[in-house]
């Protein structure tokens, strides 16, 4: 899949599209629990690994069982390489909750699962003074990989996607309780400043992750920060708003439940803004899951 570029920046692009997805059975490499009923898995795909860029998703199956038998959507949390730099495998992270992530935390090295992608039109490089990233729960597992990106130069795509370094990257993560705080010491190792909020005030700030956006925007000295969040879908909202009065640019990462990941099935349609002023359904697995945050309808 072609990465996007300032050169094909409409989410309506081919590049976009499901056509350069490789299809491939993988075996896991690691398998390993980050939180309370969260968990790590690394799977060995170098089609994917070097094509794969912060924001876009893969959709993954067991392989040799029908049930699920359709896939779930992961977005990316990291690409590891090996010695030599070219990447080999990639990470995503997940909730055992579901009939496919139940089964799937049981699985050790050494076995299989079906994974197609790269997919999605993923986070667009763009310059800023301050990246501000905001997740809520399993929402933070498309941040890591862009803070990495953003702040130190980590390569992803293939050929490597162009990006301007950005001065500093906060990330504001709100959790339920403490024991469901994943990935902390993953964003710290890549300097990237955490702040924590939780609901019971087990872990950092006491409230909503909203509150801590509101003072790292009241705090950053920055002309032109930029803000990215993905979560709960009131999270996103009360994010959107917030970056609306201030007058601060604004993407989000829909988690729109999605059966295909293709395109085909039309069953994780958004309501988009369109530059007439009305709206129409957007595909989220094609035309997102990022898009402009001041055009979604909520």
Known sequence: MTAPTPETPSPLHAAYYADGAAFVRAPVLENVPTARDTFRMRVEAPEIARQITPGQFVMVRIAGLVDPLLGRAFALYDVVANDDGNATAFDFVYLKKGNLTTPLSALSAGQEVEVWGPLGNGFHPRPTDHLIMVAGGIGYTPMLALGKESLSGAKYGA??????????????????????????????GAGIDLRVASDDGSIGHHGLVTDVLESVLDESPAASPRVVCCGPEPMMQAVAEICGRRGVACEVSLETPMACGLGVCFSCVAKVRQEDGEWDYKRTCVEGPVFDAEKIVW
């Open 159 to 188: 050929p490597p996607r162009p990006v301007e370094r950005v001065p500093a990257v906060t990330m504001c993560y709100g959790v339920r309780t403490a024991d469901l705080l994943s990935g902390a010491q993953d964003f710290r």
